[in-house]
């Protein structure tokens, strides 16, 4: 983000925008993104790097249909409210955790597991009860709806009231 005007450059928001889906599957995306842009990889790197550092990126790699690779669940612990921010970063923490989101509910924090196997998945959901003091409670997939995640972002200035 430009420093100066508190708004993304060009290249961030090409970044941010064009890349939220079909990202080069190839030996060297990021050289491959680079071309497309008309800068070089390192450009990319660093760029991509700055975005994570504030924020705007928790990730960039591939999405695979759930169980095609390994295996995952939805899960969810009923977090005593004065902890939920501590086990929300130890959860963020975990490899096997790709994200995890608060809920109004009695079963307040969500989050999505992913293993190599149902026994490793089970030992993650083991060592994840253990450690918070919560029941896990176990929502394996019964049937899969796609969901496509990509917006169009919109990085025109907002007027005022809007």
Same mark, same amino acid.
């Given at each position: 983000m430009?420093?100066? *005007?508190?708004?993304? *450059?060009?290249?961030? /928001?090409?970044l941010?925008? &064009?890349?939220? /889906? !079909?990202?080069?599957?190839?030996p =060297?995306?990021?050289?491959d993104m ?8 390192q =450009?990319v790197l660093? *760029?991509?790097a700055g975005l994570?550092?504030g924020?705007?990126v928790?990730r +960039?790699g591939?999405v695979f249909?759930?169980n ?6 939805l899960?969810?612990?009923?977090? #005593?409210p004065?902890?939920l921010?501590? +086990? ?7 490899p /096997?955790?790709n ?6 509910h009695?079963f307040?924090?969500? @989050?999505?597991v992913?293993?190599? !196997?149902?026994?490793e998945?089970d030992? +993650?959901l083991?060592? $994840?009860?253990?450690w918070?003091?919560? #029941?896990v409670?176990?929502l394996?997939m019964?049937? !899969?709806?796609? $969901? &496509?995640?990509? @917006?169009?972002?919109?990085f025109? #200035?907002r007027?005022r009231g /809007?």
């Amino acid at each position: 983000m430009s420093e100066s *005007t508190g708004q993304y *450059t060009e290249l961030e /928001q090409r970044l941010l925008n &064009d890349f939220q /889906q !079909d990202l080069p599957l190839s030996p =060297t995306p990021y050289a491959d993104m680079a071309a497309r842009l008309g800068v070089n990889e390192q =450009t990319v790197l660093e *760029t991509l790097a700055g975005l994570q550092a504030g924020g705007a990126v928790s990730r +960039v790699g591939p999405v695979f249909r759930p169980n095609s690779i390994g295996v995952s669940t939805l899960a969810a612990l009923a977090v #005593p409210p004065h902890a939920l921010e501590r +086990v929300a970063a130890w959860l963020n923490g975990l490899p /096997q955790v790709n994200h995890n989101y608060e809920r109004e509910h009695e079963f307040n924090l969500w @989050f999505v597991v992913t293993a190599a !196997d149902r026994d490793e998945l089970d030992a +993650v959901l083991d060592q $994840i009860e253990a450690w918070s003091g919560c #029941p896990v409670l176990d929502l394996p997939m019964l049937e !899969d709806y796609f $969901i &496509d995640l990509g @917006f169009e972002l919109n990085f025109a #200035p907002r007027g005022r009231g /809007q």
